[in-house]
Nanobody, 124 residues
């Protein structure tokens, strides 16, 4: 079983950048595909980005494509979400998730382990 801890959230202005990190422990990190999801107040949790086990393939929600970049370092057991050109509508709690089956898409139930979340607030 893997434990996930997000860090790097905060309050920024529109147009700024922010980098989220997710540190994994307690398992063999390289066997998991990883994803980032977010949940805004009053809304359902939604897919943001995902990356396969090796880091060679990624996927993004249309709303963040071209602005966000997901990457991973299997030697350091970390996955990162670089967020550029942030908008107020990006405000949400961001969650890191791990899929044992290696799935790296947007289906929430395909992910087995979740972090506690990191708040990202973008002011206009």
């Amino acid at each position: 079983q893997v434990q996930l801890v997000e860090s790097g959230g905060g309050l920024v202005q529109a147009g700024d950048s922010l980098r989220l990190s997710c540190a994994a422990s307690g398992g063999t990190f390289g066997i998991y595909a990883m994803g980032w999801f977010r949940q805004a107040p009053g809304k359902e949790r939604e897919f943001v980005a995902a990356i396969n086990r090796s880091g060679g393939s990624t996927g993004y929600a249309d709303s963040v494509k071209g602005r966000f970049t997901i990457s991973r370092d299997n030697a350091k057991n970390t996955v990162t979400l670089q967020m550029n050109s942030l908008k107020p509508e990006d405000t949400a709690v961001y969650y890191c998730a791990a899929s044992r089956l290696g799935y790296y898409g947007g289906t929430i139930r395909a992910y087995d382990y979740w972090g506690q979340g990191a708040q990202v607030t973008v002011s206009s």
